[in-house]
């Protein structure tokens, strides 16, 4: 069996500008596992995270709004 390596999946190239928008913190909490903090995320939080994310990308990919975003590189 080969040896693990880790390597970063997503490399970016320059600083991240991505803007995040907080969905709250109601749904995840801090327990201690053998000494160590865990971050516990309940199936709750998942939902809303997916609900959100397909809501955003029916807004952000519908056909006219992608149309719009392409029109300007026609030409």
Do not use: N
Request: hydrophobic share 40%.
């Amino acid at each position: 069996m080969p040896e693990f390596r880790y390597t970063d999946l997503f490399v970016l190239e320059g600083p991240d500008s991505t803007q995040f928008r907080p969905l709250g913190s109601e749904h995840v909490s801090v327990q201690s596992v053998a000494d160590q903090e865990v971050l516990r995320v309940a199936p709750q939080a998942l939902t809303l995270l997916a609900r959100e994310a397909f809501r955003e990308v029916a807004f952000f990919y519908r056909e006219r709004h992608l149309a719009e975003c392409f029109a300007g590189e026609k030409g």
